[in-house]
């Protein structure tokens, strides 16, 4: 798959917001970035595909469409990072939350699927 565009990074010391190109490589991408940072697949696919029908067994009832992930908000923590996910019109905007200095393991991570 192409790498998403990456619009902006904003960092601080326990803090990163990263503006992202919006489009159906975003879920599986995500998804993959989250269970980087130690969050199950399984729990992560729950939440994110629930839009697309029976995200329990990642069974997609409905076709992605921009439309359908439009102003929508998810959330995921564990122990290490708390996560916004907001779905605008044309980009998804992730902010990082941790309690200790990873934002560069964040930012290299991100950097991963993104250009």
Same mark, same amino acid.
């Given at each position: 798959m192409k790498k998403l /565009? =990456?619009?902006m990074i904003k960092k601080s010391e326990t803090h990163s917001v990263f503006h992202i190109e919006?489009?159906?490589s975003f879920l599986e991408y995500f998804r993959e970035f989250l269970? #980087? =940072?130690?969050? /199950?697949?399984?729990i992560?696919?729950?939440? =994110? =595909?629930k839009l697309l029908g029976d995200s329990d067994d990642n069974y997609s009832? #409905?076709?992605?469409?921009?439309k359908l992930y439009q102003d929508? !908000?998810? !959330?995921?923590?564990?122990?290490?990072f708390k996560?916004?996910?907001f779905f605008g019109k044309e980009v998804v905007i992730v902010s990082i939350f941790t309690p200790s200095n990873n934002q560069n393991k964040i930012t290299k991570l991100m950097m991963k699927f993104c250009e």
């Open positions: /565009k =990456l619009y919006k489009n159906e269970h #980087k =940072l130690g969050f /199950k697949k399984h992560t696919a729950i939440e =994110l =595909l009832a #409905k076709k992605y469409s921009n929508k !908000y998810f !959330y995921f923590e564990n122990e290490k996560i916004d996910v």
